[in-house]
């Protein structure tokens, strides 16, 4: 290799290292700032941020990016799907993990099988892809909060959850976005501008939220947590990787898959173990260890998808 093609392929590896720099440093920044902010012992009302933001902002953001999208209807119902499939692949692969090691079901599976793809998903998408990577990325999310509200809580605690997933903002708003999209409908200006103040607070708060929720975990069965991040980080890119080809997606959307698919083990997982008294601490260990190894996952996983 010359010297001259050293030189560009040098120069290529660092605009592609401070390209995946600016996308993930901002959402790790955030997250230290919720870190940062109970370590130094302040306040922060988990219930009612998370309310807030769950209830009212991310409903907002979703609709509006959704009708707003510059993305043909076809091409959201493909991902749709293909989420649809990775998702039943991922879930598949870590029932089999855990029936070999022998673990509870009804504490690992579901953390195992669902990603943070609204705290870290979300805004990953939005700094690497921009306003159509956040629109294919909140299809992933919104797929993921069906299939929490449904089959996650049947897992956790096997209690049905129609009720619960009829009356959720998060889906409402999902398939209310997705008919204005479908039929080119649109809000009035000064409903949307409103709309659109409330859900660009969701992002950085989820972000804040997600280092508060961090810094209150602890770490039980560390060398167990690390070794399930690792494979679950593992069977999820995997499968993530084999459906964008089956689907033949776009190389935004295939890209956003991979990343929402690859991202740590959410913090619902948790409070949904809290809510239904089973025991909680490992899967705050996974909740953990995960996010700390998305620190170095993500990033390299951006790299190889830009």
């Given amino acids: 290799m010359s010297n001259e093609n050293v030189i560009i392929l040098r120069k290529q590896t660092v605009q592609t290292v401070l390209t995946v720099l600016n996308i993930v440093a901002p959402v790790f920044l955030l997250a230290s700032v919720g870190f940062i902010w109970v370590k130094a012992g302040f306040e922060y009302q988990m219930a009612f941020v998370t309310r807030l933001v769950m209830t009212l902002s991310v409903p907002c953001l979703i609709f509006v990016a959704l009708m707003q999208a510059d993305i043909a209807p076809e091409a959201l119902a493909t991902l749709s799907l293909a989420s649809l499939t990775a998702y039943a692949g991922v879930a598949l692969a870590c029932f089999v993990v855990v029936k070999t090691l022998g673990l509870d079901r009804q504490i690992y599976l579901a953390p195992l099988i669902f990603g943070n793809t609204g705290n870290l998903g979300l805004p990953l998408a939005l700094f690497a892809f921009g306003d159509v990577g956040l629109s294919y990325a909140i299809v992933v999310f919104a797929v993921m909060a069906v299939l929490t509200f449904t089959i996650g809580i049947w897992m956790v605690s096997g209690l049905g959850s129609l009720d619960r997933l009829i009356k959720d903002p998060v889906v409402a708003a999902t398939l209310l976005g997705a008919l204005f999209l479908w039929q080119g ?3 009035p200006v000064f409903l949307t501008n409103s709309m659109s103040l409330i859900g660009q607070i969701a992002i950085p708060i989820m972000l804040i939220t997600l280092g ?6 602890n770490i039980a069965s560390l060398w167990q947590a690390l070794g399930l991040s690792l494979l679950k980080l593992c069977i999820c890119i995997g499968i993530a990787i084999f459906v964008t080809r089956w689907f033949d997606l776009s190389p935004i959307a295939a890209a956003v898959l ?6 740590p083990v959410a913090v619902t997982s948790y409070l ?3 809510k239904y008294q089973i025991d909680a601490q490992p899967v705050a260990g996974l909740v953990v260890i995960s996010t700390l190894l998305s620190v170095v996952s993500l990033p390299l996983i951006l790299a190889f998808v830009i």
């Fill in 185 to 187: 409908w649109e809000t």
């Fill in 258 to 263: 991979i990343v929402q698919m690859a991202t």
């Fill in 212 to 217: 508060v929720a961090v810094a209150r975990l």
């Fill in 272 to 274: 949904l173990a809290e």
